[in-house]
């Protein structure tokens, strides 16, 4: 009867753990069209422009994320006149935020679905809520970004792992290994950040096996923890296939691309260049310390609880608390060795601690009666929801009035086809770029191609190279006396920022 009433209670719980995703959600959507953009947004629009227009990435402009969000974002120009219409560009960055908060949407039902696999549907439910109430999470997933097509990916894969984990027929479990690591192979090829889950995820995994109490080629119909063990060659073996299907989406992307000339550039902008990134910078961990606090330490004690339960046996058909353990320590273990840890870096993270906060808060839940457990909700609730709360009207305040400003003079001063040059500022997302790197910022500039560069410059004081107009921020400027010359001898400015070709008709 006990659990029957935790479970009648919990039945009575969802709707309003819906309802108030459903709140959140809706509040992503209002802050859309007025929020400030970042500039990856920028970026990341404009390749997407590119590869619509025809354009391969790496060949025939920089950029040093893998390609899919690309590509699923390029047919969507086909509604927008993007280069002809301030308006219609404007529209269609709002419709790309739109598309993220679809997508991070589906990362929530599988963060939700992850949970229920390895718990109930409550602490599925209750991890969603936590989730999209993080502020970091809702900071970079309502932005254009290939990250947010690469969560869904990575959380379909730990989901399936999870099935996989928990069948007891080898060919079915075999099958679920493998589309699992296709889906991480999807999510690879939208960022390569992902690579960063594959060693606590394949650790978990290769524990979680051994952990298994069963042997999936020999006692196909018997429960999870029936025969013994996998031995070291069945778990290697199901390792490798797992591999094997992770490397398939980006064997096959690479084909793709080195049939169009693109295979080499392919290989270096996207592996070898960020492999050898000199910038170094892991600022973004302390706001995420200070924005995530609270479940931080719900998490601890739900993975700490888990881990736990599993080593004692008390719950050693729970295999899915290695695979998410292991799988959290490797991510958290790869923050001091991404050179440039961003705040999207920390977007694999959060899902898995909300679903430890989630199993912790239940546990303080449980361990209470009556009323205290009637003021103990709502002591979580209002403590969880402050800085969330917080973080939403600060998105609010931060409007992109300024960069709409700017885009617009862009759109004011030159046609469809005229040559934009801009650093970091993202004035030239809807023209055509005048330099291979379309976007420059203090991060890429020590990994500038000097010949490439000097060559560019040649190509300026002969006149063979034009750019209508020229966003001169302090990206640009840092090109070096050489360029500042040429502009202040080629272009005219009413306003310190923008300027303007002597030499090509308005």
Same mark, same amino acid.
């Given at each position: 009867?006990?659990?029957?009433?935790?479970?009648?209670?919990?039945?009575?719980?969802?709707?309003?753990?819906?309802?108030?995703?459903?709140?959140?959600?809706?509040?992503?959507?209002?802050?859309?069209?007025?929020?400030?953009?970042?500039?990856?947004?920028?970026?990341?629009?404009?390749?997407?422009?590119?590869?619509?227009?025809?354009?391969?990435?790496?060949?025939?402009?920089?950029?040093?994320?893998?390609?899919?969000?690309?590509?699923?974002?390029?047919?969507?120009?086909?509604?927008?006149?993007?280069?002809?219409?301030?308006?219609?560009?404007?529209?269609?960055?709002?419709?790309?935020?739109?598309?993220?908060?679809?997508?991070?949407?589906?990362?929530?039902?599988?963060?939700?679905?992850?949970?229920?696999?390895?718990?109930?549907?409550?602490?599925?439910?209750?991890?969603?809520?936590?989730?999209?109430?993080?502020?970091?999470?809702?900071?970079?997933?309502?932005?254009?970004?290939?990250?947010?097509?690469?969560?869904?990916?990575?959380?379909?894969?730990?989901?399936?792992?999870?099935?996989?984990?928990?069948?007891?027929?080898?060919?079915?479990?075999?099958?679920?290994?493998?589309?699992?690591?296709?889906?991480?192979?999807?999510?690879?090829?939208?960022?390569?950040? #992902? &690579?960063? %889950? !594959?060693?606590?995820?394949?650790?978990? @995994?290769? $524990? *979680?096996? =051994?952990?298994?109490?069963?042997? +999936? /080629?020999?006692?196909?119909?018997?429960?999870?923890?029936?025969?013994?063990?996998?031995?070291?060659?069945?778990?290697?073996?199901?390792?490798?296939?797992?591999?094997?299907?992770?490397?398939?989406?980006?064997?096959?992307?690479?084909?793709?691309?080195?049939?169009?000339?693109?295979?080499?550039?392919?290989?270096?902008?996207?592996?070898?260049?960020?492999?050898?990134?000199?910038?170094?910078?892991?600022?973004? #961990? &302390?706001? %995420? !310390?200070?924005?995530?606090?609270?479940? @931080?330490? $719900? *998490?601890? =004690?739900?993975?700490?609880?888990? +881990? /736990?339960?599993?080593?004692?046996?008390?719950?050693?058909?729970?295999?899915?608390?290695?695979?998410?353990?292991?799988?959290?320590?490797?991510?958290?273990?790869?923050?001091?060795?991404?050179?440039?840890?961003?705040?999207?870096?920390?977007?694999?993270?959060?899902?898995?601690?909300?679903?430890?906060?989630?199993?912790?808060?239940?546990?303080?839940?449980?361990?209470?009666?009556?009323?205290?457990?009637?003021?103990?909700?709502?002591?979580?609730?209002?403590?969880?929801?402050? @800085?969330?709360?917080?973080? =939403?009207?600060?998105?609010?305040?931060?409007?992109?009035?300024?960069?709409?400003?700017?885009?617009?003079?862009?759109?004011?001063?030159?046609?469809?086809?005229?040559?934009?040059?801009?650093?970091?500022?993202?004035?030239?997302?809807?023209?055509?770029?005048?330099?291979?790197?379309?976007?420059?910022?203090?991060?890429?500039?020590?990994?500038?191609?000097?010949?490439?560069?000097?060559?560019?410059?040649?190509?300026?004081?002969?006149?063979?190279?034009?750019?209508?107009?020229?966003?001169?921020?302090?990206?640009?400027?840092?090109?070096?006396?050489?360029?500042?010359?040429?502009?202040?001898?080629?272009?005219?400015?009413?306003?310190?920022?923008?300027?303007?070709?002597?030499?090509?008709?308005?």
């Amino acid at each position: 009867m006990p659990a029957d009433r935790e479970n009648a209670g919990a039945d009575r719980a969802s709707p309003f753990l819906l309802l108030a995703i459903a709140g959140f959600i809706a509040l992503w959507f209002a802050v859309l069209p007025t929020r400030l953009f970042d500039a990856d947004e920028f970026e990341h629009a404009h390749a997407a422009w590119c590869v619509f227009k025809g354009m391969v990435p790496y060949r025939d402009f920089f950029e040093h994320h893998t390609p899919w969000y690309y590509y699923l974002v390029a047919p969507f120009f086909r509604w927008f006149r993007v280069d002809e219409s301030f308006a219609s560009a404007r529209h269609f960055l709002v419709f790309g935020r739109g598309l993220s908060v679809a997508l991070a949407l589906i990362s929530v039902a599988m963060a939700a679905w992850v949970g229920r696999l390895w718990r109930d549907r409550h602490t599925g439910l209750l991890a969603g809520l936590l989730l999209v109430a993080q502020p970091v999470w809702f900071e970079k997933m309502v932005e254009m970004r290939p990250d947010v097509l690469a969560l869904p990916l990575y959380l379909a894969s730990l989901g399936l792992l999870l099935r996989g984990l928990a069948t007891p027929s080898a060919a079915r479990a075999v099958g679920w290994f493998g589309a699992a690591g296709l889906a991480l192979g999807g999510a690879v090829m939208c960022t390569q950040k #992902m &690579l960063f %889950v !594959l060693p606590g995820l394949l650790s978990g @995994l290769a $524990l *979680a096996m =051994l952990l298994a109490g069963r042997s +999936l /080629s020999r006692e196909g119909g018997r429960p999870p923890l029936a025969g013994q063990p996998l031995g070291p060659r069945a778990v290697i073996g199901l390792l490798a296939g797992f591999l094997a299907c992770i490397a398939m989406p980006g064997f096959l992307t690479w084909a793709a691309f080195a049939l169009g000339h693109g295979g080499t550039p392919f290989f270096l902008n996207n592996f070898a260049l960020n492999a050898a990134w000199r910038q170094r910078a892991h600022q973004q #961990m &302390l706001n %995420v !310390l200070a924005t995530s606090w609270p479940v @931080l330490l $719900l *998490a601890l =004690l739900g993975c700490a609880t888990a +881990l /736990s339960r599993l080593v004692t046996g008390q719950e050693r058909r729970n295999l899915g608390s290695a695979l998410l353990a292991c799988t959290l320590g490797g991510l958290v273990a790869g923050i001091p060795i991404v050179p440039v840890a961003h705040r999207q870096y920390y977007l694999p993270i959060l899902p898995i601690v909300c679903l430890f906060a989630a199993h912790g808060l239940l546990l303080l839940l449980r361990a209470v009666h009556g009323r205290a457990r009637v003021g103990l909700c709502v002591l979580a609730a209002g403590g969880l929801a402050i @800085l969330p709360v917080r973080d =939403l009207g600060q998105a609010f305040a931060t409007r992109n009035d300024a960069q709409l400003a700017r885009l617009r003079y862009v759109f004011d001063h030159t046609r469809p086809d005229d040559l934009v040059m801009d650093g970091w500022q993202g004035t030239g997302v809807f023209r055509p770029h005048a330099f291979y790197y379309a976007f420059i910022h203090v991060e890429l500039l020590p990994m500038l191609s000097l010949p490439r560069v000097s060559a560019y410059l040649d190509a300026l004081e002969r006149g063979s190279h034009r750019p209508r107009l020229i966003a001169l921020d302090d990206n640009l400027a840092a090109l070096g006396s050489r360029f500042l010359r040429f502009v202040h001898k080629s272009y005219v400015t009413d306003n310190g920022f923008f300027y303007l070709s002597k030499h090509i008709p308005p």
